[in-house]
């Protein structure tokens, strides 16, 4: 009865570990697994979650898209971006609209920012110029 109830306490403890979900990311602190910078501004960190849990960081838009180069998109499941308009909100980075402009300048340099409706990134652009994408454009831009 002991052996029995060790197992499914391992199975569970195993099982819980591998949860496929975005972690918050710990800015100041955390860094980003691409260029090595530590994260620290909420309206660009992007973040990347395997199909088996594992959890990768960026402190850009664009060091999450490098990085995607580097390795197999298959095992992918989750892709995430912050929200320009919610900092520190993690939203699906495939459903995201992403405003290009020269005047809103993010970690790396590329000025990729991130909206979660199409609506925010038109009102944005009125504002404050640019090219808007969808993210096919997005990894197409980036030679994905």
Known sequence: MVNYRIVVLLFLLLA????VGPKPIAYGTDGCHFCRM????RQHAAEIVTDKGKVFKFDSSECMMNHLKDIDQKQVALYLVNDYNQPG???DAT???????DRIP?????????FMTEQAAVDALMTYDGDLLTWEQLKLRFNL
């Open 16 to 19: 819980s570990s591998c949860n």
């Open 38 to 41: 530590t994260i620290v501004d």
């Open 89 to 91: 909100e993690l939203i």
């Open 95 to 101: 459903e995201a609209t992403y405003l290009i402009s």
């Open 106 to 114: 993010s970690p790396m340099g590329e000025f990729l920012t991130a």
